[in-house]
T-cell receptor, first 115, second 114 residues
Framework: ETGVTQTPRHLVMGMTNKKSLKCEQH?????MYWYKQSAKKPLELMFV???????ENNSVPSRFSPECPNSSHLFLHLHTLQPEDSALYLC??????????????FGEGSRLTVL | GDSVTQMEGPVTLSEEAFLTINCTYT??????LFWYVQYPGEGLQLLLK?????DKGSNKGFEATYRKETTSFHLEKGSVQVSDSAVYFC?????????????FGSGTRLQVQP
């Protein structure tokens, strides 16, 4: 098992669909993150969870809804998305004591295309 | 707020050429600085880091020195290989803000030709 696993790897959805992205970490970390990666733009932090509690929401539209049922799992629920939401969505985790050392462990990402 | 600016790519080099990818930052506190690498089809991996001024991070032949006076953290490698082809991200973690997450640059794509 790799450290951080994301499913699905690729997702195509219409603007009226509802879908979810899943992230699972096998590293025993207690902080998890969603980032959005768009072409030629900096990685955009979306959400941060620490010990299942959301500690940061970076002004993300409500059509993106995160869920963190435990320290190992993180979901991103998607509904009524727009074509400009097409991007690579990256999940990452870290150990709380390493919060300021930058040791984030990333999954391979979920490539989302909104038609 | 905090920000990271990287040189735009793609950077195209021949094998064994010298590499420099520029990175400058703006931070309110005392940041730690990082370079992450993303190989095709993979997630980001930490390449190297420096936690205070004048520190030099190094890994796999890559180096970067934390220059507080110029707010820079340029990535260098003396002799690149085809296997170094990837996207490189500069990032910072601002301890002064207590913010947990990293602030990333837009990435620089490196293409190394044989």
């Amino acid at each position: 098992e790799t450290g951080v696993t994301q499913t699905p790897r690729h997702l195509v959805m219409g603007m009226t669909n509802k879908k979810s992205l899943k992230c699972e970490q096998h590293l025993g970390h207690n902080a998890m993150y969603w980032y959005k990666q768009s072409a030629k733009k900096p990685l955009e932090l979306m959400f941060v969870y620490n010990f299942k509690e959301q500690t940061e929401n970076n002004s993300v539209p409500s059509r993106f809804s995160p869920e963190c049922p435990n320290s190992s799992h993180l979901f991103l629920h998607l509904h009524t998305l727009q074509p400009e939401d097409s991007a690579l969505y990256l999940c990452a985790s870290s150990q709380d004591k390493d919060a300021n050392t930058g040791e984030l462990f990333f999954g391979e990402g979920s490539r989302l295309t909104v038609l | 707020g905090d920000s990271v600016t990287q040189m735009e790519g793609p950077v195209t080099l021949s094998e064994e050429a010298f590499l420099t990818i520029n990175c400058t930052y703006t931070a309110t506190g005392y940041p730690s600085l990082f370079w992450y690498v993303q190989y095709p089809g993979e997630g980001l991996q930490l390449l190297l880091k420096a936690t205070k001024a004048d520190d030099k991070g190094s890994n796999k032949g890559f180096e970067a020195t934390y220059r507080k006076e110029t707010t820079s953290f340029h990535l260098e490698k003396g002799s690149v290989q085809v296997s170094d082809s990837a996207v490189y991200f500069c990032a910072l973690s601002d301890k002064g803000t207590g913010r947990r997450a990293l602030t990333f640059g837009s990435g620089t794509r490196l293409q190394v030709q044989p």
